[in-house]
């Protein structure tokens, strides 16, 4: 598809830096689009060729472009280039407002936002524009030169021909714009209106890419100062003062034109200016669409880049350490301390694995594992929570079980085995009764210092509406502490997890500690690792599966807590 | 008639230590407060004046005497009186009605009737719309319009409340004391409130304990005879508040 060419206009200051960023950023990247930055620099000269079409639009100041509107010029206002940003320079012994009387003050054109702010500030002072000062028009970038030569006292003009005026110790800047009138509107980019109708999306592809300039010059002025000084032909230092003196002199991050501010501009300069301009009606020129389109674009990419940062960080980067772990491992089993039949390579392993779910016995066995887990884990459960409850919340009877629970605890539930299988046998029982063993001391010392670690307010506040005994329990208790009850039933699955293979491992005909046991037997290790990896995987997803519960419950308000009332 | 509601006979509390010395934290003669006051205790931080609510309001048990409620001592809490802290207390896993709701559930009253007596005191702190919201969702002023609609649903006969605006800041503590001002005017229920913000007193109170401490004691008691607008720059306001920082020894 053949790319629309839009040619855009410009001054040499940093009122339109944007376009100098979105232009570096993005020129050589945009799909629909050839942009042309096209350099002026006379605002007189610039709205002459934009009048005749040889350009499609430019960054221009707000009150001219209202003017050329006037005059019949087809444009509209669909961005604006920047808020606030120009500064009043005065030779360095002027020190007031009030000084400026009787004295020659440079502006960059009769219909500019510079001429508007300056009046504000001369009548503030008590001044007459018209009458205790004389004005003259001089082109932006000849201003500091006609300071020096003392052709003029002050100046009133966009960044950074004030703090190049400070960085030669030209001039002062006696205020900046943004103290006349804090957030103004200045500079406006305006698109003939046949350009808009026949490049909708060029034109929409360059306001994007303009209003992710704003965003990048607002986040990294010295990265944007560097491009800033090509573009202008400035000192990176010069730029970099513009964008971050007093706070930054030139806003980029908000470039929503308001109909509003326009209608204020056009009515100062006709009732307070006196000049001569037809009115226009502002709602019809001012176009806020493609903006608008622009942020939203700009907040789902910030989403977007922020998901990516997020999903480097969380799957991409563990990985890597999956996949270096395999490396060594492939290495160290190639070039290794242990016979290839001891220590077989992740391949083989990977081909173990593969052998496994083909002949399928293995799935049997990780299903016997698995309900051994869940079936113990689940009694367990149901004995120790409410235990847990009874012992945290009543401190005689804690005291009285605790030596006893800390005593038993310490028994691994490994020496359990013997006894497990002379009483309930062979089969599932005695793995689930290990199991049970091994799960009811932690939920149990989870549940009783959740319940300890209750805000005694809470208690105190149930107590007073009349809440006792069952009702204390079920309603207020276990709800509020039940997120950290949770949090305990999570580790235990892990645990249960890890002493299910042992338990097998002695006495089952069956299960994934069997399978490894059995291995053992045929001396296949790549079969005994591949059982290993399927049983680290498994324990990675019960507990990421238990993680995500515990997230949830806690996240929607402790509402899993409220069904549980 | 003016109806005696709460007495406290000679009560007194030591925190002993096992020493014969026992440090009292709170020895008191006689006091009674009326039905249907505003009667505020204030005090210096440490003087003992939430021992004695909590000992008013059944949490803690007095040493030595007692405190009766409508003629019968006190021994434990009860719904009768109801008792609201600095921190709101609430239930985060309930939203905002289940919260107000929580002590008429307890009470047995039917799940449609304690709904319409929620929404009634959530419409009374100005809450409404806020029903659905769990409180973690609140600001602090709006936590504590739950904790109070949650006491008044339960149509006690008196509201303890202790220190329950000092965790807020000023406007919204400001905001609040108008609220419990109105709140109390409408539902014509006593109030022991528990202070040590001398203007928070003047600007609410009936009556004004002055407790000082060690033991904490009440020597006097101030009848702010105020009229139901009180202006904190006022004359009388200013006359009340030099007598109180008087009698607490503080300079003004």
């Known amino acids: 598809m053949q790319k629309s060419l839009l040619k855009i206009g410009f001054m040499p200051i940093t009122d339109h830096l944007v376009l100098g960023v979105s232009c570096e950023h993005d020129c050589r990247k945009f799909k629909n689009v050839d942009l042309q930055p096209v350099q002026f620099h006379s605002w007189q000269i610039l709205s002459d060729t934009l009048t005749t079409g040889e350009i499609d639009g430019a960054f221009i100041l707000a009150p001219l472009a209202i003017q050329l509107n006037a005059s019949g010029v087809k444009i509209k206002l669909i961005c604006l280039g920047h808020r606030e940003g120009s500064v009043l320079v005065v030779r360095p012994d002027i020190n007031k407002v009030a000084e400026l009387k009787g004295k020659i003050i440079a502006i960059p054109h009769t219909y500019s936002t510079q001429a508007l702010l300056l009046y504000t500030l001369l009548t503030d002072a008590g001044?007459?524009?018209?009458?205790?000062?004389?004005?003259?028009?001089?082109?932006?970038?000849?201003?500091?030169?006609?300071?020096?030569?003392?052709?003029?006292?002050?100046?009133?003009?966009?960044?950074?021909?004030?703090?190049?005026?400070?960085?030669?110790?030209?001039?002062?800047?006696?205020?900046?714009?943004?103290?006349?009138?804090?957030?103004?509107?200045?500079?406006?980019?305006?698109?003939?209106?046949?350009?808009?109708?026949?490049?909708?999306?060029?034109?929409?592809?360059?306001?994007?890419?303009?209003?992710?300039?704003?965003?990048?010059?607002?986040?990294?002025?010295?990265?944007?100062?560097?491009?800033?000084?090509?573009?202008?032909?400035?000192?990176?230092?010069?730029?970099?003062?513009?964008?971050?003196?007093?706070?930054?002199?030139?806003?980029?991050?908000?470039?929503?034109?308001?109909?509003?501010?326009?209608?204020?501009?056009?009515?100062?300069?006709?009732?307070?200016?006196?000049?001569?301009?037809?009115?226009?009606?502002?709602?019809?020129?001012?176009?806020?669409?493609?903006?608008?389109?622009?942020?939203?674009?700009?907040?789902?990419?910030?989403?977007?880049?922020?998901?990516?940062?997020?999903?480097?960080?969380?799957?991409?980067?563990?990985?890597?350490?999956?996949?270096?772990?395999?490396?060594?491992?492939?290495?160290?089993?190639?070039?290794?301390?242990?016979?290839?039949?001891?220590?077989?390579?992740?391949?083989?392993?990977?081909?173990?694995?593969?052998?496994?779910?083909?002949?399928?016995?293995?799935?049997?066995?990780?299903l016997a594992s698995l309900w051994r887990v869940f079936a113990g884990f689940v009694l367990a459960t149901l004995f120790a929570v409410p235990v847990g409850l009874l012992l945290g919340s009543r401190k005689k009877i804690e005291y009285a079980f605790e030596p006893f629970i800390q005593t038993v605890r310490t028994i691994s539930p490994i020496a359990w085995i013997p006894v497990a299988i002379l009483w309930f046998g062979i089969g599932d029982q005695p793995a689930i009764f290990i199991i049970f063993i091994t799960s009811i001391f932690p939920i149990l010392i989870a549940t009783m210092n959740a319940v300890k670690n209750i805000d005694p307010l809470i208690i105190k506040s149930a107590v007073n509406f009349g809440a006792r005994g069952f009702n204390l329990m079920s309603k207020v208790i276990l709800p509020a502490a039940f997120p950290y009850i949770v949090t305990g039933l999570r580790v235990t699955l892990g645990i249960a997890w890890v002493i299910v293979v042992a338990a097998e491992m002695v006495g089952m005909q069956s299960g994934l500690g069997f399978m490894i046991l059995d291995a053992r037997n045929f001396l296949r290790t790549d079969l005994i690792i591949a059982g290993m990896v399927i049983i680290g995987c498994i324990g990675f997803i019960l507990d990421r599966f238990m993680t995500l519960l515990e997230k949830k419950i806690q996240k929607n308000r402790l509402s899993g807590a409220r069904y549980l009332e | 008639m003016k109806k005696e509601q709460i007495f406290i006979k000679n009560v007194n509390k030591c925190f002993s230590s096992g020493e014969p010395d026992e440090l009292y934290a709170l020895d008191l003669t006689n006091l009674s407060i009326i039905k249907g006051e505003f009667f505020c205790i204030l005090g210096l931080s440490g003087c003992g004046k939430t021992t004695l609510l909590n000992i008013m309001a059944g949490f803690e048990r007095p040493t030595n005497g007692k405190v009766l409620i409508e003629g019968k001592e006190v021994l434990g809490p009860n719904h009768k009186y109801v008792t609201i802290f600095q921190e709101s207390g609430l239930f985060s896993w309930r939203t905002v009605l289940d919260n107000v709701r929580f002590g008429l559930e307890i009470d047995g009253i039917e799940h449609e009737r304690s709904i319409e007596i929620a929404m009634k005191y959530i419409r009374l702190v100005g809450l409404e719309g806020f029903e659905t919201k769990y409180s973690n969702e609140l600001s602090g002023g709006m936590?504590?319009?739950?904790?109070?609609?949650?006491?008044?649903?339960?149509?006690?006969?008196?509201?303890?409340?202790?220190?329950?605006?000092?965790?807020?800041?000023?406007?919204?503590?400001?905001?609040?004391?108008?609220?419990?001002?109105?709140?109390?005017?409408?539902?014509?229920?006593?109030?022991?409130?528990?202070?040590?913000?001398?203007?928070?007193?003047?600007?609410?109170?009936?009556?004004?304990a002055v407790m000082t401490p060690r033991p904490g004691k009440i020597n006097t008691i101030f009848n702010v005879i105020l009229g139901e607008t009180r202006n904190k720059l006022d004359k009388e306001f200013l006359e009340i508040k030099k007598q109180i920082y008087k009698e607490l020894g503080l300079s003004l």
């Open chain 1, 127 to 366: 001044l007459d524009y018209k009458k205790d000062i004389q004005i003259i028009e001089i082109d932006p970038s000849d201003m500091l030169d006609a300071l020096k030569k003392g052709n003029i006292d002050s100046y009133i003009v966009a960044e950074p021909f004030g703090s190049q005026a400070e960085e030669e110790f030209v001039g002062k800047v006696l205020t900046t714009t943004q103290l006349i009138k804090k957030h103004h509107t200045c500079c406006v980019l305006v698109m003939r209106e046949e350009v808009l109708d026949q490049h909708h999306d060029a034109v929409q592809e360059v306001i994007n890419s303009i209003v992710e300039a704003g965003e990048f010059i607002y986040k990294h002025p010295k990265h944007a100062s560097r491009i800033g000084a090509q573009f202008l032909d400035q000192k990176p230092a010069t730029v970099l003062r513009a964008l971050t003196a007093q706070g930054g002199r030139v806003i980029s991050w908000d470039l929503l034109p308001l109909v509003d501010e326009f209608t204020e501009i056009q009515n100062d300069v006709v009732d307070k200016m006196k000049l001569p301009l037809q009115k226009i009606q502002i709602s019809n020129f001012v176009m806020t669409k493609y903006v608008e389109h622009a942020y939203a674009n700009l907040v789902a990419l910030i989403g977007k880049k922020e998901k990516k940062k997020q999903a480097i960080e969380k799957i991409v980067f563990p990985i890597i350490i999956f996949l270096l772990f395999f490396v060594g491992w492939q290495l160290f089993s190639t070039f290794g301390l242990f016979d290839r039949s001891l220590l077989p390579s992740p391949i083989d392993v990977a081909k173990a694995i593969k052998e496994l779910f083909i002949e399928g016995h293995i799935v049997v066995d990780i």
């Open chain 2, 143 to 208: 936590k504590q319009r739950v904790a109070l609609a949650r006491a008044l649903a339960v149509d006690p006969e008196i509201i303890f409340m202790d220190e329950p605006f000092s965790a807020l800041d000023t406007l919204t503590r400001i905001n609040m004391q108008e609220e419990v001002k109105r709140i109390w005017k409408e539902t014509g229920k006593t109030i022991i409130f528990v202070t040590h913000d001398i203007d928070e007193a003047i600007y609410l109170g009936d009556k004004i």
